[in-house]
């Protein structure tokens, strides 16, 4: 059974023929597996055998990449889900063109069709996600840090998503629209929210002047949560970042979302000395300063999270009798979130 129902089931054979269909029918699996950790997409880890003549070719020290397969197309998905490979592909190009520093995943190979429905081929990158280290993990934050600040200096020509997707001229046009997106998904899936939806697009209108003192839409990651931060020990033996995954769900907008994700569950505000957030100042020479307007758009992104996680849920199967702590973590989470932003 997939971990959710977004999530295709594969086989080696399966993967055998995204391979050939990604590369050429002479290119062969040497070996693969599943990875784990996402709940949107199938995701697999190959070995492609070595190069013959006349084989289909890979982009040279790419025998070890990921295969990321889409949703099928009877699952039933978010707004803000849709053509999230498409995304992806578009994001790890981007950031490798304009943000070398960052080390994305190489894209190999992006495809689409019938049979097979949508894929995605990038370079498998070394080392191992945050939570499965086991030494210091302060250096590699810091390093996470570094590289969202890069990121944020890319900007965009619209506030939100690319591609036509939800977005708009000003960030609080965008955000709200968002939150809409959310609130829409929500209501179709029956998810109960805390207040009435009318409450939410109130208290995100409330604060509509506070957002619009974002004009620049910086590229950002969004999903920067530890599972998707990859690290190595280096020459010295300490622990540094050397990838960063999972850029599907990126959009343009206020650079204080990206703080989110990292800490998740925590306050920005409240941990001025976390390593990302040091590391994150040392790289755009500014120190972070929390303001009053900083603090409540920060009380609105963590709501848009705790929205967006909450209605989630049903697509990703999860339920208050399958996983009872999420439901409960998430609904007080929430819950605080409104209560700030109301007392504002």
């Not at 977005?167 to 709200?176: E, H, P, Q």
């Amino acid at each position: 059974m997939p971990v959710s129902p977004t999530q295709r089931v594969l086989s080696p054979d399966d993967v055998v023929d995204f391979v050939r269909s990604s590369f050429g029918p002479d290119r062969r699996v040497a070996d693969c597996g599943p990875l784990s950790g996402g709940g949107f997409a199938a995701v697999w880890w190959v070995r492609l055998d070595g190069e013959r003549p006349g084989a289909g070719r890979v982009a040279p020290g790419h025998r070890d990449v990921v295969l990321k397969v889409a949703p099928p197309p009877t699952a039933r998905l978010l707004r803000y889900e849709t053509d999230l490979l498409a995304a992806e592909a578009r994001y790890f190009r981007l950031v490798a063109e304009r943000a070398p520093q960052v080390p994305v995943p190489p894209v190999l190979h992006h495809g689409r069709d019938r049979r097979l429905g949508e894929w995605l081929v990038t370079g498998r990158l070394p080392g191992r996600a945050l939570p499965d280290l086991d030494g210091d993990d302060g250096p590699v934050r810091a390093d996470l840090g570094a590289a969202t600040a890069a990121l944020h200096r890319v900007t965009g020509d619209r506030f939100g998503y690319d591609a036509g997707r939800t977005g708009g001229a000003t960030w609080s046009a965008a955000f709200t629209a968002m939150i809409d997106d959310l609130i829409a998904d929500a209501v179709d899936w029956q998810v109960p929210l805390p207040v009435p939806p009318q409450r939410l697009r109130a208290l995100v209108t409330r604060h509509g002047e506070v957002l619009d003192t974002v004009r620049r839409p910086a590229l950002l990651h969004f999903d920067c949560w530890d599972g998707n931060v990859l690290a190595d020990r280096d020459a010295d033996g300490a622990y540094r970042m050397c990838g960063l995954v999972d850029g599907e769900r990126f959009l343009y907008g206020d650079p204080l979302l990206d703080l989110v994700s990292p800490l998740l569950f925590r306050r920005a505000e409240d941990e001025p000395t976390h390593p990302f957030l040091r590391g994150y100042a040392e790289a755009t020479g500014v120190p972070l300063a929390f303001d009053d307007g900083a603090r409540r758009r920060l009380t609105l992104y963590r709501m848009h999270l705790h929205l967006l996680m909450t209605s989630e849920m049903p697509s990703r199967g999860i339920t208050p009798k399958n996983d009872p702590g999420r439901h409960t973590l998430l609904a007080e989470l929430l819950d605080r979130d409104l209560v700030e932003l109301a007392a504002d």
